[in-house]
């Protein structure tokens, strides 16, 4: 029996070993219903929305118009373009904190995004964080996506969520994290498994400016389900590392936009 | 007998949907339940249970007609004549399962159904198993039961939560662990052979109770002794003696207790081993109540990691030898 036990205790010891990626492989998301709408649904649970945004309602439409305006990028290949605008896009802040059936029930056109606060006594932990991933049935690797023309030829940077999620928590800098779904694998079973997380207080840290405080928001926004759609960091893009770079670009380039229009048709397929 | 006890009952302050996917009867007569949640896993076994809770309808019943549907093609039927049915997907998509109730002259008397999606097996853990055969080095030990967790048990163990929250992931790691286990100590051939021993023996069909329960029962190996002091009023929290040698009369005693309980909680007691859903929520439980009593206040990531380990061991043997008199 010592032996028995002491094999079952051993297994948990580290957290980087097999047993945790067994533990944390994830279940195939359930077939996708076809559709064209792509909900991105910001649940702000811990009362933070207000810190960011004067105007929700702005917010939302800024957003709203910007998605459903991708389509009309100029230079955007006619084809692609076409793709796009057969996508509706719907932005929704709920305040509250997802329910259990709707975090099981995420499916493939749904982009959850969570407004968090690393301070006070609702802090967001690492601990917190890995069980947010867990929740959500993120699997413990998936991919970005760089460009490398503006003719949908990508190459791929593995990304690992609960690495990454305990490196961004104490980091001031990084006010965001954007997770995909899987969708460079062939046969990927995880397309569905996406997830956002926004810090509004290191988002908004120095900044007294209702107006520009929303900005941030905004562009920040933009930036995380750019990656949730399968976006890498890309240099002087929307999509930089620095968020004093990203602010200049207004928009996504043609590379980021096919990778877009790419990750919305495999999701559609289901 | 069509209706066995085994199937007469869903277990007192449990739901169907306790013990797996379930689908119930609008009346409330009958429910099917699932073993596996879908989705389902092509080529992989799952077991269907129909429960017939209403004596008039039980006393009706004949036999079981189920029908599966795979995609929309041909359906496939088959008959049993007790309510409990194992089948195996065939292609990605969607299942339909009908199942009638049938009595005399095969007049339907109730009628279930439920909907199920099929999947490829796990391609994440695939992949590790066939990277493990081709590269030197630590590898899955055993990928059948990996692939058992992992395709079939995943939704479960992945739910685990402790009454009181706390920081990390001590005790989904701990429980993952024991299920591990509890899936690598006999095959999922053999747990079945014993459940459908003590469901034979709860049938009435055999005298060996005492005996069957000195075994633990489904995929995390519970002792139903133990897993009868945690549920309120059925068993008092018995220890046992550490030696082995004054432990087995001990065990036996606990054992005859058990027996000694009413047909209807022994039931309770046997579904909630029997469905893996309600046995790893159950395993969860129990050791939650075994880490509250033992080790009152440490986070189950101390357990794990503390004093060189020494409590996780401690609450294993508590759980597959014990409760134990700790000298």
């Known amino acids: 029996m010592g032996s028995v036990t002491r094999k079952i205790t051993n297994f948990f010891r580290g957290k980087d070993d097999l047993a945790e990626r067994l533990r944390r492989m994830q279940a195939a998301c359930r077939a996708g219903t076809g559709g064209h709408t792509v909900f991105i649904k910001v649940f702000d649970r811990k009362n933070v929305l207000g810190d960011a945004a004067h105007s929700v309602g702005a917010v939302q439409l800024e957003l709203e118009t910007f998605f459903n305006g991708l389509s009309a990028t100029p230079s955007l290949p006619p084809f692609q373009a076409q793709n796009l605008q057969t996508f509706t896009f719907v932005v929704t802040f709920i305040t509250r904190d997802s329910t259990r059936a709707e975090r099981d029930g995420f499916g493939m056109m749904d982009f959850p995004v969570y407004l968090e606060t690393t301070e006070g006594s609702r802090a967001f932990t690492t601990d917190e964080g890995e069980a947010l991933l867990m929740a959500h049935k993120i699997p413990s690797t998936t991919a970005v996506f760089i460009p490398t023309d503006e003719e949908g030829t990508v190459r791929h940077e593995p990304l690992e969520p609960y690495a990454a999620v305990e490196k961004f928590i104490p980091k001031s800098i990084a006010f965001g994290l954007g997770i995909p779904g899987t969708y460079g694998v062939p046969h990927s079973q995880t397309n569905c498994r996406k997830l956002g997380i926004i810090k509004v207080n290191h988002l908004i840290a120095g900044v007294n400016s209702v107006v520009t405080r929303q900005e941030r928001f905004v562009v920040v926004l933009k930036h995380e389900l750019g990656h949730m759609f399968g976006m890498a960091h890309v240099p002087l893009t929307i999509m930089d590392e620095n968020y004093d770079e990203v602010v200049k670009h207004p928009s996504y380039t043609i590379g980021q936009l096919l990778i877009v229009s790419g990750t919305l048709s495999t999701l559609a397929q289901g | ?327």
């Open chain 2, 1 to 327: 007998m069509t209706v066995r006890k085994t199937e007469s009952r869903v277990p007192a302050n449990f739901q169907a949907s306790d013990l797996g996917e379930a689908s119930v009867a609008a009346d409330g007569r009958c429910a099917l339940i699932s073993f596996v949640t879908s989705p389902l896993v092509v080529g992989r076994e799952n077991v269907y249970v129909v429960f017939v809770t209403d004596a008039g309808l039980a006393a009706a019943a004949e036999s079981f007609e189920w029908t599966l549907t795979e995609n929309g093609g041909p359906p496939e039927t088959q008959t049993t004549p007790q309510g409990e049915f194992s089948y195996q997907p065939k292609a990605d998509g969607v299942l339909e399962l009908v199942v009638r109730i049938l009595g005399a002259g095969g007049a339907e008397q109730a009628s279930l159904s439920l909907e199920q999606e099929m999947v490829s097996p796990n391609v994440e853990l695939e992949t590790l198993i066939g990277e493990a055969r081709n590269q030197p080095g630590p590898g899955v030990s055993n990928p059948d039961v990996a692939r058992e967790l992992i395709n079939d048990h995943n939704p479960y163990y992945q739910a685990v939560a402790l009454h009181t929250p706390e920081a990390g992931d001590g005790f989904q790691r701990f429980v993952f662990g024991v299920v591990f286990d509890g899936a690598l100590q006999r095959t999922a051939a053999a747990r079945k052979r014993h459940l459908d021993e003590l469901a034979a023996s709860l049938n009435g069909q055999s005298a060996d109770f005492v005996n069957l329960v000195g075994k633990g029962a489904g995929v995390c190996g519970i002792r139903l002794a133990l897993l009868a002091m945690i549920l309120p009023g059925l068993l008092d929290f018995t220890e046992l003696p550490e030696p082995f040698d004054k432990r087995a009369l001990a065990d036996e005693q606990l054992r005859q207790a058990l027996a000694a309980l009413g047909e209807e909680q022994l039931i309770d007691l046997y579904n909630l081993v029997r469905f893996p859903k309600s046995n790893i929520e159950r395993c969860a439980a129990i050791l939650e109540a075994l880490r509250d009593r033992y080790f009152p206040g440490t986070n189950f990531n101390d357990v794990l990691t503390g004093m060189s380990g020494t409590r996780a061991h401690w609450l294993i043997r508590h759980f597959k030898e014990g409760p134990l008199i700790r000298t």
